[in-house]
């Protein structure tokens, strides 16, 4: 593949809070269109990558670009690039689905006509036209993950960003979320999503293990179990993430 | 100014449909206005007294008469028992205990000059010494009276001694006195202008500081720092609003002052929205730049409201800056509240213009883009 | 019991963890003694006088020298007509202004009643009045000196002022702000603690936990109970060393009065949460059921006798009101619980009322 097929690369991405480096010199690559993974067990510094890829953070050391632009010298254009949606967000809950994709997409400068066709588009899609002006509060979890992001997505970014967007969820929800997945990567949008639930890896393009920081494993599904010689993901996460908790508790 | 149009279109609707905020907004004005109006008052009246009346003459009876006629005391008993006086004083059931000795007409008419004893609680402070003047003034208003029934049978006592006849006239100098701009000394007049000030800026600050933290709390700040809306618009989103918000509630605020209490507008409105339009970007600013230092609501009501408390007392509303000890006076003067006090007073109690109210104005403005700049400033999108 | 005493292991480690929270509750007591101890002042000095003199000369000269001579009175400026006036009051520039006839002198001299006109900023209206009181008696020293045989009649009153002596605020707000801050820490600190963990849902594990009710209340109520009583201790350290606050009375009753009110307060607070679900609601329901009425209508700053008879009734029923009663008691007048038991009686029964309805609606709620 030739780097113009690249969305995100990150190299010796390093990011540190005093003492402790919460991200070490990781470098990976993501491909247009691809579902990629990114795996670890909590505190193995998922989020802390993720939120120097969208800007929230700046990096200590190491460069990345995110659909073509430095995420340290231009965030603000990587911002109107991307879509974002985070473990804890859920739209606000005291403003009809209408009016939150109204927000954002006039945030992200949509026309109004554009605001009025993409909502109406998202809501046929999920066949949710009948609760359009209900308040968010009164949706169930579920939907309101759907929900939120379809919303991210209103403004068409080249890649969206899900921080563990299924917990919480029930299997059948979760199932319909991953088809949701599937359906925005088909028609060309590149998905970034973190999870710790081990079965999701398995539907990913590619996944990255991160283990204290640092990436320890890098490619596709049936790439890895074959090199390590596991059955599952899951054997394979819990054969990395064994020794460094182990180191941890010396 | 689109982003800044739809941030601002969500914030009404955050704002119409929380039926706590609502009810800051509409009841707070009306609850401040009518009881703190009522309440924060230094006029003294009904202060209860107990005089303790040795004499028992028609002087010391009309000396009694006219303190309860004024209004300003309440006679709970007469007595000529100082100690029962003591305890109620002791018991606080009586606030002054005046004591009319012996002899007092007798003295009265023939020296002209009678002594009389005041002991007041001073537990209470500052209303001691008003009770105080309003004790001598009524004592001087009835000695004056008295002379003037007395005149002719002083003159008779007077012939009868070797003392030089009085002079003619009562007064040598002729003084009157005009109290301006509240010559009914209507507290209330004082009070409200003041107290439309506290309104506005703790509506304004108030929900600046807990807006913002409650989108931390909700974890909703993070997602609008994900889009490309820059901190400028952010913050004009948020606060343009509150801002329209603040001028509404003056509006509802003076329109309850002026049905409520009749108060005086005598200057312009226009300066006086102009002026309210520019406080109330620094009691927004200030708001925002609480909002910066914390992480949830609680501490953002908990900072917001000490800090106000701090602001509103030393502002002047309550009791008067020239009264203040010299160097708080001085600090006093970085406090944004005490400016728009002034102005406030100025315009609408005595009708100043823009050339009287300039220094406070230009000082505010001052206040406006620095706290601002400072707010925005330290308001980052992304964490350090 | 162990139980209870992890409990409260937790809530003193929330207090001490929330550095912003911690620094506002120890700072409050200090600034807001120094605030009160400089700024909360009525007394009017410094008066700015313009004086409008048309033709100066010798008696108005001395009439002049008599105002600036009463420390009172600061002369800003000095006028020949009244035309400047109206600016200078509307900016402030000036408080009282004195204005001479023209043939002042003259008129005195042929025993005419000599004119002068006293204009006072009524804006504010005790400053204002008591002002012109001052400027009245200046101008009667100034006659009775001009001709001192005049037979002006007069009353002396001879003031005492009882309890303190000097009339200094100082002295009497510090009953007052204890109050204060003791309902801050108590009503709202218990208020917004205990909706918080309402609303982050550890409220739930609290009481599907063995601990009986009355034992969450008192685990999350006890720290702050002990937080009220150093600050009252604070307050008055403060009070007694820098201002030399007297405490006449005892002290042992004071603070055990002290811990009383504070009682009240959390259980005030208590009843506060249990009738909310959310933080802002509750800060809310805090701030106008028992700061305002705390500031306003408990006599610590504005006297309770001048308001009017519906909010003197309404003042009844606020704590503070009783508990400011009794702190000036002690500390102003020496007295002790031979003149106070009624007012203590109310606390006491106050206390105990709040205790028992707070702890039914919080159980109510559980179920």
């Known amino acids: 593949m030739t780097s113009g097929d690249l969305i995100i690369e990150a190299k010796d991405l390093t990011r540190t809070f005093g003492s402790f480096t919460a991200v070490d010199h990781i470098t990976f690559d993501v491909h247009r269109g691809e579902v990629f993974g990114f795996l670890g067990a909590n505190g193995a510094g998922k989020t802390t990558a993720i939120r120097m890829l969208i800007g929230l953070l700046a990096p200590t050391s190491g460069h990345a670009t995110v659909a073509g632009f430095d995420i340290a010298r231009e965030s603000e254009k990587v911002k109107q690039a991307i879509g974002y949606m985070s473990q804890k967000f859920s739209l606000y809950e005291d403003l009809t689905v209408r009016e939150n994709a109204a927000l954002y997409g006039g945030i992200y400068g949509l026309t109004d006509v554009q605001i009025r066709e993409r909502t109406e588009e998202m809501l046929q899609r999920l066949k949710f036209e009948h609760a359009a002006n209900e308040r968010v509060r009164a949706i169930p979890l579920g939907w309101r993950q759907k929900l939120a992001f379809s919303v991210s997505l209103l403004h068409r970014p080249p890649v969206v960003f899900l921080d563990e967007p299924t917990g919480g969820v029930d299997p059948i929800t979760r199932r319909q979320f991953w088809e949701l997945i599937y359906e925005t990567a088909q028609g060309g949008t590149t998905v970034l999503v973190t999870t710790h639930y081990m079965d999701e890896a398995e539907y990913c393009d590619r996944v990255s293990i991160m283990v204290s920081g640092r990436i320890d494993a890098l490619g596709t599904p049936s790439e890895l179990k074959s090199e390590y010689g596991v059955g599952s993901i899951e054997d394979l996460f819990v054969r990395l993430a064994r020794p460094a908790e182990s180191a941890g508790s010396k | ?384 | 019991m162990r139980s209870l005493f992890g409990l409260l292991r937790k809530e003193a480690l929330h207090i001490i963890r929330d550095k912003r929270t911690l620094t506002v509750l120890l700072l409050l007591p200090v600034i807001q003694v120094v605030i009160f101890g400089y700024a909360i002042r009525t007394d009017v000095d410094n008066v700015r006088l313009a004086v409008v003199d048309p033709a100066p000369d010798e008696m108005t000269l001395r009439l002049r020298s008599r105002f600036t001579a009463a420390a009172v009175f600061r002369t800003v400026a000095v006028l020949p007509n009244e035309a400047p006036l109206e600016r200078l009051f509307q900016k402030g520039a000036a408080q009282a202004a004195l204005i001479i006839e023209p043939r002042f002198a003259e008129h005195l001299a042929r025993g005419i009643p000599a004119r002068i006109l006293i204009i006072t900023d009524a804006t504010d209206p005790n400053t204002g009045s008591t002002i012109q009181g001052y400027a009245e008696r200046v101008v009667q020293q100034f006659e009775r000196e001009v001709r001192a045989n005049a037979g002006v009649l007069q009353i002396v009153p001879q003031a005492r002022l009882r309890f303190n002596p000097t009339a200094e605020s100082k002295n009497l707000f510090v009953p007052g702000l204890m109050a204060f801050i003791l309902t801050i820490i108590s009503s709202l600190m218990t208020a917004i603690t205990i909706t918080r963990e309402k609303e982050t849902g550890t409220m739930e594990t609290l009481l599907v936990s063995p601990l009986r009710p009355w034992q969450i209340i008192v685990g999350k109520v006890a720290p702050y109970l002990a937080l009220g009583f150093i600050s009252i201790v604070g307050v008055l350290l403060e009070a007694r060393l820098i201002f030399r606050v007297p405490i006449r009375g005892s002290l042992v009753l004071l603070l055990a009065e002290g811990l009383l009110f504070i009682l009240v307060s959390l259980a005030l607070g208590v009843l506060i949460s249990a009738r909310t679900s959310n933080q802002r609601v509750a800060m809310l329901g805090a701030l106008v059921g028992t700061m305002l009425p705390t500031m306003i209508l408990s006599g610590f700053i504005f006297p309770i006798e001048s308001m009017p008879a519906v909010l003197r009734y309404l003042s009844n029923i606020i704590p503070a009101r009783w508990f400011v009663v009794i702190a000036r008691g002690i500390m102003l007048k020496g007295i002790g619980l031979g003149y106070l038991w009624q007012e203590t009686a109310i606390l006491v029964f106050m206390a105990l009322f709040l205790l028992v309805v707070s702890t039914r609606s919080f159980s109510e709620r559980l179920e």
């Open chain 2, 1 to 384: 100014m689109r982003r800044i149009f739809f941030l601002a279109r969500a914030e009404v609707l955050h704002i119409v449909r929380d039926k706590t905020t609502m009810a800051q907004i509409l009841v707070m004005p009306i609850f401040q206005l009518l009881v703190l109006v009522n309440a924060a008052t230094f006029v003294v009246r009904n202060t209860p007294m107990y005089v303790v009346d040795q004499d028992r003459t028609a002087t010391s009876r009309g000396l009694i008469n006219r303190m309860a006629a004024s209004g300003h005391f309440e006679v709970v008993a007469v007595s000529g028992s100082a100690e029962k006086a003591n305890d109620e004083l002791l018991d606080g059931t009586v606030t002054m205990v005046i004591t009319i000795p012996h002899d007092f007409e007798k003295q009265f008419v023939r020296q002209r000059y009678a002594p009389l004893q005041v002991i007041l609680n001073a537990e209470k402070g500052s209303a001691a010494g008003i009770v105080q003047s309003y004790a001598a003034r009524i004592l001087a208003d009835y000695a004056t009276e008295l002379g003037a029934e007395l005149q002719p049978s002083m003159r008779t006592v007077s012939w009868n001694r070797t003392d030089p006849p009085p002079r003619r006239g009562a007064a040598l100098v002729e003084t009157r006195t005009r109290g301006w701009y509240n010559a009914q000394l209507n507290y209330k007049h004082y009070m409200v202008p003041g107290v439309l000030v506290a309104l506005v800026t703790m509506i304004a600050t108030l929900l600046a500081a807990q807006n913002i933290a409650r989108e931390k709390e909700l974890g909703t700040l993070e997602q609008l720092n994900v889009t490309p809306i820059t901190r400028t618009q952010f913050i004009a989103g948020k606060l343009i609003p509150l801002w329209f918000l603040g001028l509404i509630d003056l509006t509802l605020g003076l329109a309850v002052g002026k049905l409520a209490f009749d108060i005086p507008i005598r200057g312009s409105l226009l300066l006086l929205f102009g002026a309210a339009a520019i406080y109330l970007v620094v009691a927004l600013a200030i708001g925002l730049l609480i909002s910066t230092m914390v992480e949830t609501q609680q501490q953002a009501m908990f900072v917001t409201f000490f800090i106000m408390s701090a602001y509103l007392l030393l502002s002047g509303l309550f009791t008067p800056i020239d009264s203040m000890a010299h160097w708080v006076q001085i600090a006093s003067l970085l406090n944004p509240v005490r400016h728009f006090v002034t102005i406030a007073r100025e315009i609408l109690v005595k009708g100043a213009g823009l050339t009287e109210i300039a220094a406070p104005l230009l000082t505010l403005s001052a206040f406006a883009v620095v706290t601002l700049s400072v707010a925005v400033l330290r308001y980052h999108k992304t964490t350090a």
